[in-house]
């Protein structure tokens, strides 16, 4: 079995004393690839470094709508800068959270749109982060383009009306751990819907860790978790559900 963790943040200090031993047990599990995802820039770069240091890791670099109000003309640059390295495949995590507004709102469609400008602008897909953010992140994303087949909705979490608009604008949609959760039956409905190539699995590591292993840190080779939920709703066999996602998340990162 193949299996791709498409979003993780094993750059982390969570990790600083066992990554390699994270990284083992993540092939052992059967994930060939790992997309290791920013979250500030101090975060995008050590990405980088790792994914020039591992070759089962790839980069993605972005600024968090958590630290919106670190981007300016300088952090651009930077990030672009960047994205010049083979190992980058994407730019993210971006989006809005109007859960936690660590930034001011303001601020966070600021940073979103500059950062949706810039991925536009050296053709790399965006990975987005929404929560509670549902129809704000839909119509800034419509300002700027229409990212058919070049965005992940990473962690989905909305429910199975939302996930219709996203289907229909040809998004990718990333679930993590949270389908194993006891109170996410919305989120298996969503899932449900998302047709087989649009479908991909992630953990989010260190967040989100699946059942069993709730409550403990996350890592990569739980992703396992991840799939065999997804292929139990999917009702297909957890081999065929493994490859279809591994092929998904080459064909939208061009791994
Ligand atoms: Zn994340």
Request: aromatic share 8%.
């Amino acid at each position: 079995m193949r299996l791709i963790d498409t979003h993780a943040h094993l750059d982390f200090e969570d990790y600083d004393s066992d990554r390699f031993e994270v990284l083992k047990r993540a092939a052992a599990a059967g994930v060939e690839k790992i997309v290791n995802v920013g979250a500030d820039l101090a975060g995008s770069q050590r990405s980088v470094k790792l994914a020039q240091q591992y070759n089962e890791l790839y980069a993605v670099v972005g600024i968090h709508p958590h630290a919106a109000d670190t981007v300016n003309s300088d952090v651009l640059a930077n990030l672009t800068q960047l994205a010049e390295q083979s190992v980058v495949k994407g730019i993210g995590e971006i989006g809005l959270d109007f859960y936690y507004d660590n930034s001011p709102r303001e601020i966070q469609q600021v940073a979103f749109k500059k950062q949706l400008q810039l991925a536009q602008k050296i053709d790399l897909p965006v990975i987005i982060h929404s929560r509670e953010a549902a129809e704000e992140t839909l119509a800034l994303l419509s300002e700027v383009g229409d990212f058919k087949e070049k965005l992940i909705f990473h962690c989905y979490s909305y429910g199975p009306d939302y996930i219709e608009e996203l289907i229909k604008r040809d998004y990718y949609i990333a679930f993590g751990g949270m389908l194993t959760f006891k109170n996410a039956e919305s989120v298996r409905q969503a899932l449900k819907k998302v047709p087989l190539n649009r479908l991909l699995l992630e953990t989010d590591s260190p967040y989100l860790t699946p059942v069993p292993y709730r409550g403990q840190r996350n890592e990569p080779a739980y992703v396992k978790q991840v799939a065999e939920q997804a292929a139990q709703l999917k009702e297909l066999p957890l081999a065929e559900l493994a490859d279809l996602t591994t092929a998904n998340a080459k064909r939208i990162y061009k791994l």
